[in-house]
């Protein structure tokens, strides 16, 4: 087995911890150790490279409009930022849930998104912050009306 040596900076993201190069501390490791820091493994990165889906279809209490989708849309990604976060990733986000799947997996990738869920509801970016999308900002409701 050869060993040698790392920078290792340590996030804790959901009570797991992820080890990023650094020059913060040094920690020994083998090619066993999956980054390179001891005690991080594949599990604990998972998070980042979990594959998209689109999400589910969801049902509205009543029938609803794609008007009144948008506005919901809208109101939500107005609002986001100021429940905790940084705008850039709020606005990768909405971007990547605009987006088709292999472009949304480019996107969150690019600006440092944790991906938890398979369809973007729960996320988290580099600093541990956590982010959270309705289904409306996701999908389209199965009780669409047509807009007159």
């Known amino acids: 087995m050869t060993q040698g040596q790392v920078h290792c900076d340590f996030s804790s993201i959901n009570g797991r911890v992820i080890g990023y190069p650094s020059q913060s501390c040094v920690k020994s490791w083998s090619f066993e150790d999956t980054m390179g820091c001891v005690g991080s493994s594949e599990k604990q990165l998972e998070g980042r490279h979990k594959k998209l889906k689109r999400p589910k279809p969801w049902k509205n209490l009543e029938p609803i409009t ?9 109101e939500f990604w107005d609002t986001a930022p100021h429940y905790g976060g940084q705008k850039e990733i709020w606005d990768a986000l909405r971007a990547a849930s605009e987006a088709d799947i292999g472009l949304a997996r480019a996107i969150v ?3 440092g998104v944790i991906v938890t869920s398979e369809d973007l509801s729960t996320c988290y970016d580099e600093r541990g912050a956590k982010y959270e999308l309705p289904k409306y900002v996701l999908s389209e409701p199965t009780n669409i009306l047509k807009d007159n």
């Open 66 to 74: 794609r008007a009144q989708v948008k506005r919901m849309r809208d």
């Open 109 to 111: 990738d690019s600006a």
